[in-house]
């Protein structure tokens, strides 16, 4: 066999993997597309939160005038900022499902497909932004309804949908971590819930990091949601600008994802155990 024939027989062999790989991921999410189908009430029901920090939250500051945001109002500003808190709060608590499935055996099942364990997490990362751009579409419709403008472009749309599935996948990968390492759900809850605060109020969701001391303001430049605050406000408002460039906030996002994919692949059968 030429050399010629090894290097297109070894590039086969490595698009043949790349190929089951995506395959395999596309496999597990379908499953969690199909899990939303089945039961959609989930969506409304966290989409009543959102709402009210919008009507209640926004509207309160939008008249006291109480935090600077021009050129935008304060509804404006606030948008992105609550979408990123629903990816939050929605991914953060992704790992009680694989508690579950791991009492189902489901876990068990994953692990002796020929899947490698990043595909499976990786998927299962990606999974949960199924539940974070349907959020986007639920507030990006009751913020136009409350009279915020919000871009149009196409490339807008394109840039919001990387950003929630970067944000989905990096902290659902986080919330497998939790799981992995603490089994029940009652822990599971209790940290999550210990998380989801801090990583909220120390970011730039619901106000700008100008008016946040210097020791806050430190914490929130190491806390990933702010970027993905960031990348949202400069992708959803017409002429958005943001802390940082886009291609700043979306490479620490997927910079962060891929650390914690590693990592929960690591972890991830103990999640059987």
Do not use: C
């Not at 109002?73 to 579950?100: D, E, K, N, W």
């Not at 971590?177 to 822990?187: D, F, G, N, P, W």
């Not at 914490?219 to 408002?237: E, H, Q, S, W």
């Amino acid at each position: 066999m030429s050399l010629s024939d090894s290097n297109r027989n070894a590039l086969a062999g490595e698009a043949g993997r790349i190929s089951s790989a995506v395959g395999q991921a596309a496999v597990i999410i379908g499953y969690e597309a199909r899990k939303l189908v089945h039961d959609p009430s989930e969506l409304l029901l966290r989409a009543v939160q959102p709402a009210l920090w919008l009507v209640v939250f926004g509207g309160v500051f939008s008249v006291i005038h109480a935090i600077p945001t021009a050129p935008y109002t304060y509804l404006q500003f606030l948008t992105p900022g609550i979408l990123a808190q629903s990816v939050l709060f929605i991914a953060i608590f992704y790992g009680i499902a694989s508690i579950r499935e791991r009492e189902l055996g489901i876990i068990t099942k994953f692990l002796v497909s020929p899947a490698p364990r990043v595909v499976l997490v990786g998927g299962r990362g990606l999974s949960a932004s199924m539940r974070g751009l349907s959020q986007a579409l639920i507030i990006a419709i009751l913020a136009l309804a409350l009279g915020v403008r919000l871009s149009s472009s196409p490339w807008s749309f394109l840039g919001v949908f990387v950003a929630i599935v970067l944000g989905s996948a990096l902290f659902s990968t986080l919330s497998m971590i939790i799981a992995s390492l603490v089994k029940t759900q009652e822990r599971f809850l209790g940290i999550g819930q210990l998380l989801t605060m801090p990583l909220f109020f120390a970011s730039n969701a619901i106000y700008p990091l100008s008016i946040m001391p210097a020791w806050l303001r430190a914490f929130a430049l190491g806390n990933p949601l702010t970027y993905l605050v960031d990348a949202l406000r400069i992708l959803m408002l017409p002429h958005g600008s943001g802390l940082f460039p886009l291609w700043v906030d979306l490479t620490v996002l997927f910079g962060v994802t891929v650390a914690l994919i590693v990592i929960e692949a690591r972890l991830y059968p103990r999640m059987a155990q």
